[in-house]
Structure formats: structure tokens, C-alpha cells
């Protein structure tokens, strides 16, 4: 098992900024690709970003891709979402997400979910 817990998460102005963080239990978390998505009302889960276990690899949606930034610090157990230049289409609730092995951008694939936090982007 590996528990989830998500902040971070508020309103925001359109133009704003945002860092939403995840913090894990357990001693194998470095041992994890790690994952945000992110559920609009009546949508779809929508990828967002992921990184591979020692933070060497990441990779975003293109929705995202030059405005988000996914770290994680092993030592701490927590994975970060850095969201600048928000838009009100990136108004959702965003969860983090955890798998052994190499990061995939399908939801299907992952084993562990937090709760989710809630992100509003106000125009």
C-alpha cells in the first residue's frame, strides 16, 4: 500500500499560480513512478504529467506541457505539481497517482490514488 494525500489545491485568477503537493506513507516510494491527473465536472480522468522513480523523466499533456512542472523529493516522499499560467479550462480536481515500474499516461495502469484536490481558476 502506498497512501496518497494531496494539498495545495484553491481559487485562483486566470494568470496564476499554483503548487499542489502529494505526500506518500511507506518506505518504498522512491521505488514508484509517480503521476498527476486531473477530473473536471462530467469529464473524463485526463492525464496531466509523470515522472519516473528518481525524477530523471518526466512527461506532460500537451494541455500542460511549458506551464506545469512534476518533481518529487525521494527524501520527503512528496511529488509536486509547480502550475503556472493557469487557464480556467484547467479548473478539475487533480490526484496524484503511483506504479511500480515505468510511468504510462493511462489511468488503468496506475495502482495507488489519493483523494484528490481541488483546483478552481477563476476568469
Known amino acids: 500500500q502506498v497512501p496518497l494525500v494531496e494539498s495545495g489545491g484553491g481559487l485562483v485568477q486566470a494568470g496564476g499560480s499554483l503548487r499542489l503537493s502529494c505526500a506518500a506513507s511507506g518506505r518504498t516510494f522512491s521505488s514508484y513512478a509517480m503521476a498527476w491527473f486531473r477530473r473536471a465536472p462530467g469529464k473524463e480522468r485526463e492525464f496531466v504529467a509523470a515522472?519516473?522513480?528518481?525524477?530523471?523523466?518526466?512527461y506532460y499533456s500537451d494541455s500542460v506541457e511549458g506551464r506545469f512542472t512534476i518533481s518529487r523529493d525521494n527524501a520527503r516522499d512528496t511529488v509536486y505539481l509547480q502550475m503556472n499560467s493557469l487557464k480556467p479550462e484547467d479548473t478539475a480536481d487533480y490526484l496524484c497517482?503511483?506504479?511500480?515500474?515505468?510511468?504510462?499516461?493511462?489511468?488503468?495502469?496506475?495502482?495507488?490514488w489519493g483523494q484528490g484536490t481541488q483546483v478552481t481558476v477563476s476568469s
Open positions: 497517482a503511483a506504479k511500480r515500474g515505468w510511468y504510462t499516461d493511462l489511468a488503468r495502469d496506475y495502482d495507488y
Open positions: 515522472i519516473s522513480w528518481n525524477g530523471g523523466a518526466t
